[in-house]
């Protein structure tokens, strides 16, 4: 273990939450987070969606192998009713007779149709077998699916879900998931996971305020193409009663989501993501940051028809880093969070609640002069709402301002150095630091930097160690991950950079 993992993970240096949470692991001499030994906890649900041909199905399918790596026992469920591919992605010519024979009773549990993988700890479920134009599942198969997914015997479990998944079963699986929405960097992808994320808010607030005319104004607010306004200056001038107001908020801040981007070809391509993440925060009130962003390469494209996925073919490349990186960071968030939200048990059919009622039609006609600029791979700008299709195709309602408004200065770039953070009272901690621009730097240390904490960054594996001035901007604790801006001249950053982007062209 080098030196940087000892400290990452050293219990008595840690604050003290962090030492008691680090108490209940066992760490790999890689410094790579580890399952707790002992009693098995209650399954971690992830649900993955996206748009067709965004790759949802490969990350999917990466992230179960990380997962299983890091001792989990994972199982992959392939809800993709009408474009089942898992089977195909690991190379399963016969898989278990899954779904299919679950739906037909032909088996009586979940755990008779998992198809074990060349993977330690992960069995795929598969949906081979089922027509392209079956019908849904009905409400007593539903309920017996939803069944059998809580009773699966796993650490984790992972649905790949098909992009037109609406059925009861999924909306239901959802309450409880961690959902991830895979997008790529082009303007259409981002509408859909904008309003991806905005139906989930719907879902939330129906649940919350459901029948009362606080929700029913929001709810149209959010249906409306003409949108809401920022979510936090709509709740406080249009819910007059504290207490759902508060529900509210509460609601929102529990909601659980990410987004990965995939197919990204540069750091302004990344940036979207992150401006999109930023303006979900705003416009929708919840948090989905930035989990990922699998860059795109012709290694991992092949990888989709070979029948071998990216992690288990040979070779470690950036990409295979970050599905390890994304797996570890899912399994630290789960246990760091303090009131996590699991899957309840099913109620029996009788019992099932009938359908929420549906709100506004999503689908928004045209509107006029509403920009979103979205940069495509050269750069050049777009608009998301002038793209006709979106509107016919029902991906919703347009971006609710321009995507411009919250995209970085500076691009940013990757690397992989060590350097020190020196506090204002003089203690000094040792950083890494994975994303730099010429306004500032990602780190990793050990939790326990504040927002708005000024200190001095000093660049020790750079020649003549450059140390300039910084300010703590924003922070994610359970991964002792924090944003820093840089209060110096500019001409450092700048400097950087150009060491930065020499070592990247390489």
């Given at each position: 273990?080098?030196?940087?993992?000892?400290?990452?993970?050293?219990?008595?240096?840690?604050?003290?939450?962090?030492?008691?949470?680090?108490?209940?692991?066992?760490?790999?001499?890689?410094?790579?987070?580890?399952?707790?030994?002992?009693?098995?906890?209650?399954?971690?649900?992830?649900?993955?969606?996206?748009?067709?041909?965004?790759?949802?199905?490969?990350?999917?399918?990466?992230?179960?192998?990380?997962?299983a790596?890091?001792?989990?026992?994972?199982?992959?469920?392939?809800?993709?009713?009408?474009?089942?591919?898992?089977?195909?992605?690991?190379?399963?010519?016969?898989?278990?007779?899954?779904?299919?024979?679950?739906?037909?009773?032909?088996?009586?549990?979940?755990?008779?149709?998992?198809?074990?993988?060349?993977?330690?700890?992960?069995?795929?479920?598969?949906?081979?077998?089922?027509?392209?134009?079956?019908?849904?599942?009905?409400?007593?198969?539903?309920?017996?699916?939803?069944?059998?997914?809580?009773?699966?015997?796993?650490?984790?479990?992972?649905?790949?879900?098909g992009q037109?998944?609406?059925?009861?079963l999924?909306?239901?699986?959802?309450?409880?998931?961690?959902?991830?929405?895979v997008?790529?960097?082009?303007?259409?992808?981002?509408?859909?996971?904008?309003?991806?994320?905005?139906?989930?808010?719907?879902?939330?607030?129906?649940?919350?305020?459901?029948?009362?005319?606080e929700?029913?104004?929001?709810?149209?607010?959010?249906?409306?193409?003409?949108?809401?306004?920022?979510?936090?200056?709509?709740?406080?001038?249009?819910?007059?009663?504290?207490?759902?107001?508060?529900?509210?908020?509460?609601?929102?801040?529990?909601?659980?989501?990410?987004?990965?981007?995939?197919?990204?070809?540069?750091?302004?391509?990344?940036?979207?993501?992150?401006?999109?993440?930023?303006?979900?925060?705003?416009?929708?009130?919840?948090?989905?940051?930035?989990?990922?962003?699998?860059?795109?390469?012709?290694?991992?494209?092949?990888?989709?028809?070979?029948?071998?996925?990216?992690?288990?073919?040979?070779?470690?490349?950036?990409?295979?880093?970050?599905?390890?990186?994304?797996?570890?960071?899912?399994?630290?968030?789960?246990?760091?969070?303090?009131?996590?939200?699991?899957?309840?048990?099913?109620?029996?059919?009788?019992?099932?609640?009938?359908?929420?009622?549906?709100?506004?039609?999503?689908?928004?006609?045209?509107p006029?002069?509403?920009?979103?600029?979205?940069?495509?791979?050269?750069?050049?700008?777009?608009?998301?709402?002038?793209?006709?299709?979106?509107?016919?195709?029902?991906?919703?309602?347009?971006?609710?301002?321009?995507?411009?408004?919250?995209?970085?200065?500076?691009?940013?770039?990757?690397?992989?150095?060590?350097?020190?953070?020196?506090?204002?009272?003089?203690?000094?901690?040792p950083?890494?630091?994975?994303?730099?621009?010429?306004?500032?730097?990602?780190?990793?240390t050990?939790?326990?930097?504040?927002?708005?904490e000024?200190?001095r960054?000093?660049?020790?594996?750079?020649?003549?160690?450059?140390?300039?001035?910084?300010?703590?901007?924003?922070?994610?604790?359970?991964?002792?991950?924090?944003?820093?801006?840089?209060?110096?001249?500019?001409?450092?950053?700048?400097?950087?950079?150009?060491?930065a982007?020499?070592?990247?062209?390489?």
């Open positions: 273990m080098d030196d940087l993992a000892r400290v990452r993970f050293d219990p008595t240096s840690a604050a003290k939450p962090r030492a008691a949470m680090l108490g209940r692991l066992t760490v790999l001499g890689a410094g790579r987070w580890h399952s707790p030994l002992g009693g098995r906890p209650a399954a971690r649900f992830i649900a993955v969606r996206g748009q067709g041909g965004v790759g949802k199905s490969t990350v999917a399918a990466n992230l179960a192998i990380a997962l790596g890091l001792r989990s026992r994972v199982v992959l469920i392939d809800l993709d009713f009408r474009h089942p591919t898992q089977h195909q992605m690991f190379g399963i010519a016969a898989p278990v007779h899954g779904l299919k024979a679950l739906l037909r009773e032909q088996i009586d549990t979940m755990e008779q149709a998992l198809t074990p993988t060349r993977v330690r700890n992960l069995y795929l479920v598969s949906a081979e077998g089922l027509a392209a134009n079956a019908r849904s599942p009905n409400v007593e198969q539903q309920h017996r699916l939803l069944e059998q997914i809580w009773e699966l015997d796993a650490d984790v479990v992972i649905a790949d879900l037109d998944s609406s059925e009861d999924v909306d239901l699986f959802e309450l409880g998931a961690v959902h991830l929405f997008a790529a960097p082009e303007a259409r992808s981002i509408r859909r996971s904008y309003n991806f994320f905005r139906q989930q808010v719907i879902r939330e607030i129906e649940h919350v305020a459901g029948g009362t005319a929700g029913a104004m929001l709810i149209t607010g959010l249906c409306n193409a003409a949108g809401t306004g920022p979510m936090a200056e709509f709740l406080a001038r249009a819910v007059g009663k504290p207490n759902i107001r508060e529900a509210l908020t509460q609601a929102l801040a529990a909601f659980t989501g990410r987004l990965v981007g995939n197919h990204v070809r540069n750091s302004d391509q990344a940036d979207l993501l992150h401006a999109a993440s930023r303006l979900i925060a705003e416009y929708l009130g919840i948090a989905v940051p930035v989990l990922g962003v699998v860059e795109s390469s012709a290694h991992l494209d092949a990888t989709r028809i070979s029948g071998r996925p990216l992690l288990l073919g040979s070779g470690i490349d950036r990409n295979v880093r970050l599905f390890h990186s994304m797996a570890e960071q899912l399994l630290m968030e789960a246990e760091e969070a303090e009131a996590p939200r699991c899957v309840a048990r099913p109620l029996p059919p009788a019992d099932l609640p009938g359908p929420l009622p549906s709100p506004a039609p999503l689908v928004a006609a045209h006029p002069a509403v920009g979103v600029a979205a940069r495509d791979a050269s750069g050049a700008a777009r608009d998301a709402n002038d793209d006709e299709s979106t509107n016919r195709d029902g991906d919703g309602v347009p971006l609710p301002t321009s995507l411009g408004n919250y995209m970085r200065r500076h691009s940013r770039y990757p690397v992989d150095w060590l350097a020190t953070y020196r506090s204002a009272s003089g203690h000094e901690s950083v890494r630091i994975f994303e730099l621009s010429i306004s500032g730097a990602s780190i990793e050990l939790p326990g930097l504040g927002i708005g000024r200190g960054l000093i660049f020790t594996q750079i020649e003549r160690q450059p140390d300039i001035a910084v300010t703590v901007m924003d922070t994610r604790r359970p991964l002792g991950r924090a944003g820093l801006r840089f209060d110096g001249p500019e001409d450092v950053g700048t400097a950087l950079v150009a060491i982007t020499a070592i990247l062209s390489r």
